[in-house]
């Protein structure tokens, strides 16, 4: 076995190999603390033959699988085994995927596997850092091409200093969550949460954690001149017919500039493909040998070039806006007459409808994860159905992409949430997208904010998002604001930024090309918040600030009790609180601290919930006038309940002013009658009086 050292953070970060998983073309176990990872690398020895080969993809596939015996727990369910991943393992599956994606060689078409596992967790570091780093030394050290080594870092933001590898209890006092992956001299990705920071600060934290993971990129260095695989020469690449490029480039593109300089996106894909139909037609008429998949490659690429050329060279959009040019914006809020908020959000031909539902503590999400289990009173799903792309499709399941971006839009939106202490609501939004021509996700952000105003819930801020994309030419580079879907398919960049008027909530980049430089990234920043005010000041013409909340969600009010009385709420088998809530139809909550969840769409039968809850924890008090209500008649007089679940006895001598021989004449079981408690007796026994509640000294109670 061979291993390396480093200092990451505050603790060494170890790699080792020739130990464990020997036959995977590439191996490495990666330490932090207590938390271990293997990753594994392998690249299939013969490349598989596809008749739908697309310029630019890549036939990778990247797991990142978490085992509970990391955590020294069990799994739940019936089998007692992993099941389907997780949000995180999807989420961070995709965070390994993103970076490494772009430094394969073009046109490789052996299908490549990278699977992270975690053996092994501590309650300080999390594991999705260390399963990218682990990705990127396995491929460097493999015998697979990889233009490597890249490492990533978490940095936080706590009192005002930065902070790398911040561990799990720090990271719930920083301002940021910003995870970079970069190589030694350019940024490949980026994702990052923040309180409503700068863009400024933002950007010193990407250069922070940026040096300090140069020296993991030198141990991998290191390590890969130690123990690395020649790199193979036999991997199949897919070689574009150069003469027929040559041929079709100089016969289509002015057809070709034409068709994209198309504005509406529907008659753009219909004039490239009726294009595209007809070179197709031609060359085989003309070549029979050559296939409809090399012709469509080479027709691919001329597309990319052109929309290049156009962009770069004579500085044009292929919709006619400008470069900072957002597309028409329209939006309006509570569409839907049963949501308890809605908003429907356009820009350009992407159009996202969010619904928001407010629920109690019964709906929040209950997070079975490698730390233990909590729950999650947020949340936020993103569906996209194939009809916004005018496909007919299977409806599955969500994806990784929309689980992605579900989870970008939430990220965004956390930080303007009210405090559950006061807002004590379970919130759920559905995105659903209706059209989609690039930013599906930027316009859920948007949606989602005029949402959760419209519904009543007082969020700090509005959150607006816009997608940046970038151009790339030799030294030449062009960005352009707010991209379109031909943009983000044809360009190098998806770069996203949400946030309020005071600063950034989200980003996500990810790139097509091996790195970008800081000149890019600050000019992309300053472009994307200069949009994201213009979004905003569009926002607040539909919505300036929370509405009242819908009459539709329910009403919750939240009590504190003796820890002791909550046996007194619950009773023998539940018997207490099912009959509060048979009685008045509310939702009841206790917890073991004494915290009471009461809840009711209905303000009567929540107050009604509230008294009985009252009448069971106060302590009864001499003097004071309840509202009772006759059980039992006795012939020495009758049992009165006059709080829930006490009884109190009225002696026939406590009934009237006047003599009564036999209770009954006056009481009957079900009369509802005003009592005072004047004595408990020194067996704890309560004895009231009707006739005494006329006396002026006695308080009523508030029941």
Known sequence: MEQIKVRFGNDDLIFETGKLAKQADGSVVVRL??????VTAVCAKKARERDDYEPGFVPLTVEYQEKSFAAGRIPGGFFK??????????????????PIRPLFPDGMLNEIQVIATVLSVDEKNVSDILSVIGASCALTISDIPFNGPIASARVGFIDNKFVINPNCKQMEESNLDLIVVANANDVLMLEVGANQLSEET??????????????????QTDFSAKVGKEKREDIVKHELNKELYNKIRNKVSKDFVGALLVTEKNQRIEALEFLGDKIVKEEMAENPEITETAIKVVLGKIEKEVVREIVIKEGKRL??????????LSSEINLLPRAHGSALFTRGETQALSVTTLGTIEDEQKIDALEGEYTRTFMLHYNFPPFSVGEAKTLRGPGRREIGHGALAAKALTPV?????????????VSEILESNGSSSMATVCASSMSLMGGGVP???PVAGVAMGLFTRDKEFAIVTDIAGVEDHSGDMDFKVAGTSDGVTAVQLDLKIKGISYEILTKAFAMAKKARFKVLEHMAKTIEKPMELSNRAPRIEIIKIDPEKIRDIIGPGGKMIKKIVAETGAEINVED????????????????????????????????????????????????????????????????DTYVRDVSTVLKEGDDVKVILFEIDNQGRYNLSIKRVKAPEAPEANV
């Open 33 to 38: 603390g207590e938390t271990v990872v293997l």
């Open 81 to 98: 085994r992993e099941g389907k991943p997780s949000e995180k393992a999807i989420l961070t599956s995709r965070m390994i995927d993103r």
């Open 202 to 219: 933002i950007l010193e934290g990407i250069k922070f954690g940026h040096e300090n993971l140069k020296v993991v990129i030198k141990a």
């Open 319 to 328: 919709d006619g806006r400008g470069f900072e040019e957002i597309r028409p």
């Open 417 to 429: 949430l009210p405090d559950h202490g006061t807002f004590p609501y379970t919130i759920r939004l």
């Open 459 to 461: 969020i700090k801020a």
């Open 593 to 656: 601290d004494g915290t009471c969840h009461v809840s009711s769409i209905e303000k009567t039968a929540m107050d009604k919930a509230l008294r009985m809850i009252k009448d069971i924890t106060d302590d009864p008090e001499v003097g004071k006038i309840y509202n009772g209500r006759i059980t039992k008649l006795m012939n020495f007089g009758a049992f009165c309940e006059f709080m829930q679940g006490r009884e109190g006895l009225i002696h026939v001598s406590e009934v009237s």
